[in-house]
C-alpha cells in the first residue's frame, strides 16, 4: 500500500496545436494527480505466509537409547488473507500526507506422536521433568497490526521514469502466542504456553520507483526501512496434570530496537483517477524473536532465549482511487 502522491510521466503521444504552440502532457502512472490537490485512498489484499524462528515443539525419535536422533517437529504460520487500507490527501503534484494501516491473523497447529518403538522428545519443557511424552499437539496464533503516518515527494526522472521518496512514523502491536499439550510417558497433560508480544514504533524511510510501459501499463520496485523500539514482553508457563502442577511460570521483558525491512516488485494499470496494480512482497523483522528456555543445567533458574527473526512474505492486489 503506497499513501504517496502519483507517479508521473510525460505523454510522448503528438499533442494538438493550439495557435502554433505544442500543450504539454502529462498522465499518472499510479494514479491522477491534479494539480490543486486532493483526497485519494487505497484498498489492498494481502495474500501472505509469516515465518518466524524458535517455532519447535518435539523431537521424534525411532530408537530409544541415550543418544537422541531424528527429526525436530515445528509448526509453520498458515498462508493467509490480509488488508491493508489508507487515506491522504495531495497538496500538489509533488507533495503529500496520509495513513495507512495494515492487518494479518494467522494461526498454526500440529500434532504428532511417538514412532513405534522410539519416543518423542520435548523441546519446550524443562529438563527432567516432562522430558520424553506419547503425543504432542501444538498450536499457535499471531495478530499483527501496522499504524504508518507517511509525507512523500514524488520527483521526475525522465520522460518514463519516475521516483518518489517518503518517510513518517510506524507503530506497531504484534501479537505470537504457542502453545503444547503433552501426554503419556513422563507428562499428564502436561501444557507449556509461550507467548511474544511487542509494542512498539519508530521512523519509518523508503522509496520507490516506477517505468511506464503501454497505455497506463507500468512496472515498479519499492524498498523501505524502520527502526522500531519498543517492548518486547515473553512469558514462558509450564504444567502438569492438567494444570494442576506449576513447574514453570515467567516473564522475560526487554527494551529492543528492532531493524525493519520491506522489497517488493510489481505491476498495475491506469485509467484516469482509477489505480489497479499487484506484486510481491517481503518484510522481515530482525530480531523479534526472543523467547526463553530452560538449560538442562542443575540449577533450576537457569534459562537462555531462543533469538530469531520475524517475516512476512506474499502477494498484494491493490485499488486505489483519488479526487
Not at 531462543?306 to 486505489?320: K, T, V, W
Request: with cysteine; charged share 20%.
Amino acid at each position: 500500500m503506497d499513501l504517496r502522491p502519483a507517479l508521473e510521466f510525460e505523454d510522448l503521444t503528438p499533442p494538438p496545436q493550439h495557435g502554433g504552440h505544442a500543450e504539454k502532457h502529462v498522465t499518472t502512472c499510479l494514479e491522477e494527480a491534479p494539480a490543486h490537490g486532493g483526497l485519494f485512498a487505497n484498498a489492498e489484499y494481502l495474500l501472505l505466509r509469516p515465518r518466524r524462528a524458535a517455532f519447535d515443539f518435539a523431537l521424534t525419535d525411532a530408537n530409544r537409547d541415550l543418544a537422541p536422533t531424528g527429526g525436530v517437529q515445528s509448526l509453520n504460520y498458515e498462508l493467509r488473507s490480509g488488508v491493508r487500507g489508507g487515506i491522504g490527501y495531495r497538496f500538489d503534484d509533488h507533495w503529500a500526507a496520509g495513513f495507512e494501516y495494515t492487518y494479518l491473523g494467522s494461526g498454526a497447529n500440529r500434532t504428532v506422536g511417538a514412532p513405534a518403538g522410539g519416543t518423542l522428545y520435548a523441546t519446550l519443557t524443562r529438563p527432567g521433568l516432562n522430558d520424553e511424552a506419547a503425543t504432542a499437539q501444538a498450536t499457535a496464533g499471531l495478530n499483527y497490526n501496522l499504524f504508518d503516518t507517511l509525507a512523500s515527494r514524488n520527483f521526475e526522472i525522465d520522460h518514463h521514469t519516475t521516483a518518489r521518496v517518503y518517510g513518517g512514523f510506524r507503530f506497531a502491536t504484534i501479537r505470537q502466542d504457542f502453545s503444547t499439550v503433552y501426554n503419556g510417558g513422563d507428562a499428564n497433560q502436561g501444557i507449556v504456553s509461550t507467548s511474544s508480544n511487542f509494542d512498539g514504533f519508530g521512523p519509518l524511510l523508503g522509496g520507490d520507483i516506477a517505468w511506464k510501459i503501454h497505455n497506463g501499463f507500468h512496472l515498479y520496485a519499492k524498498g523501505s526501512a524502520a527502526m522500531m523500539t519498543g517492548d518486547l514482553r515473553n512469558t514462558l508457563n509450564e504444567t502438569n496434570n492438567a494444570g494442576q502442577t506449576v513447574y514453570a511460570d515467567i516473564d522475560y521483558s526487554t527494551r529492543r530496537v528492532i531493524p525493519v525491512t520491506t522489497l517488493g516488485i510489481g505491476g498495475g494499470w491506469m485509467h484516469e483517477n482509477v489505480t489497479f496494480r499487484v506484486g510481491y512482497e517481503i518484510t522481515n523483522w530482525f530480531g523479534l524473536i526472543d523467547t526463553p528456555r530452560f538449560t538442562g543445567e542443575l540449577a533450576e533458574g537457569k534459562y537462555t532465549t531462543r533469538n530469531g527473526d520475524f517475516s512476512l512474505e506474499g502477494i498484494f492486489a491493490q485499488f486505489g482511487v483519488s479526487y
